[in-house]
């Protein structure tokens, strides 16, 4: 690895593979939950940290944890379901049961043990769990930087993104797409801020807006287009990227939300539509912020989604996506939000389909051993400092999130401890 190509390497070898889930996610921050999946005391949804199940919950006090799902005794996993709510978790094994702080409170036949401190056999803990503007993320190791160090760049852009609904929380819908590809986790972190790709990946979906709008639905759709001032990418530092597209989308998106069947009428008054004097505020947000933030190692904010990558083996991957709804929003805002969302991403969408067959086609081509590199080059001339120290911009066709992600990998990757 250099700084502008990769090694296939890293996508297929799996001690390369469990190296990651060693120094990357045991050692730094990684995303778990957002607080509205765990709102109420009792509150939990199952997750992993790199390949380690976890239980993400509120105790009776209402104090947020992340702890192994893993019993103390033989390992069964105490918690079967992705959500819900719970005072305790109990082992079906052998009846070890745990409260929601993780405590061991039930021991069957104690008798038989001689030497066991109840204290010590609660359920492991994360070292750190911290929250950003509702974003849920949890250290193994104790020794990491604060959260708001290691978003850095990315901070500014989650800000943006929880405010882009005006008036309004965010809070995730009570359904996710979820989806499994055969490939690496790492193509799904390049993919959400690669604006290189989408002309062409995508390009079924464009014809199909043009045809539908009659206008032009590409953000970039000649040469001079592609080299002028425009959209951007960028690295925020700490492995975190950026597609900001939001000055030059606003005016395409809003063309798409008039393809949705409960879209309002072309000049209808949107206050009177939706019921409240925002109505055209709400409106014109439905769409989202109009940038891709990546934060490294595992989650994505695009569109109105929260997206969550889950490394599973090597050459297998899950991506979990929750779209984002407001909360006390009018009913019908709501609904065409997970409209627009349903109509690129999720299975039956023309986006997200597109994507995990390249990833297929990506793991396919890495069965050629005589070509061993990955290009990450384009753009690097024309780079530029960004806002803050360490930060790069580049056109939105441009690999400047990609090498900043992977600048930020070989660090972590070469280290004896975390970040």
Known sequence: MDTQRVHRDIYRDPEVFIAEMDRIFARSWVYVAHESEVREAGDYKTTRIGTQPVIVNRDRQGVLRVMLNRCRHRAASVCQLRSGNATSFRCQYHGWTYDASGDLVGLPFPEGYQHRDRDELGLVQAARVESYRGLVFASLAPDVPSLEDHLKGARHYIDRFMDHLPGHQLEVADQAHRMVFNGNWKLQMENGVDGYHANFTHQSFFALMQQATGQQSRYISSKEEAESDGPTSAHLGNGHGLLDQSQAASGVLRQRLRTLQDAPPDNADLADFFGVPDGEALYAATSGPGFNVSVFPNLQLIGIQIREIQPVAVDRTEVIIRPMLGTGAPTAI??????????????????????????????????????????????????????????????????????????????????????
């Open 334 to 419: 709501n609904r065409l939000r997970l409209r627009y969302h349903e109509m690129f991403y999720g299975i039956g969408g023309f986006g997200q389909p597109d994507d995990m067959e390249m990833f297929r086609r990506v793991d396919a081509g890495l069965d050629a051993t005589d070509d061993e590199w990955l290009w990450l080059d384009r753009g690097s001339r024309r780079e530029r400092p960004g806002a803050e120290e360490g930060q790069r911009v580049g056109h939105i066709t441009d690999e400047t999130p990609q090498r900043g992600q992977y600048a930020h990998y070989r660090k972590l990757m070469s280290a004896e401890g975390g970040e």
